[in-house]
């Protein structure tokens, strides 16, 4: 398995509780996605995953009575790993977001097996 670690930004979009995860320094286009459950997963160049959206954010993303809507609004750090495999790839992301001077970190690791059925329609250029 091939492992890529990147440096990674966020944006959240509290009024649809979306959160996007992606590299740092991408500059590419995605090529096309994929949708696995409430999470969509956007390929590049050379098949390399280039961003995660997480649908309903706030709901999957908990820290014991803090709004995760505020944490979510208030993150500071952030990673994205993937490990590439034959027939599968594991993205596991995290963040540490800053809520009342107090730092809260989450993550998230999905395995993904690789069949075209899961592919959504490709993006054209």
């Known amino acids: 398995m ?3 670690h990147y440096d990674s930004m966020t944006d959240y979009d509290s009024e649809v509780d979306i959160l996007y995860i992606y590299p740092s ?3 590419g286009q995605v090529n096309y996605s994929i949708d696995f459950d409430d999470t969509i997963i956007d390929i590049g160049k050379n098949n390399l995953i280039v961003g995660v959206e997480i649908i309903d954010a ?4 908990q820290w014991g009575g803090i709004d995760s809507k505020s944490a979510l609004q208030n993150i500071k750090k952030s990673y994205l790993r993937v490990k590439y495999g034959i027939d599968s790839f594991m993205v596991n992301f995290g963040f ?3 809520v009342n001077k107090k730092e809260l970190e989450n993550q998230m690791i999905l395995q993904l097996p690789l069949k075209r059925a899961m592919l959504e329609q490709p993006i054209n250029s």
């Open 25 to 27: 320094d991408y500059k």
């Open 96 to 98: 540490m977001a800053l």
């Open 2 to 4: 091939k492992t890529k």
């Open 58 to 61: 706030s709901k999957k993303f």
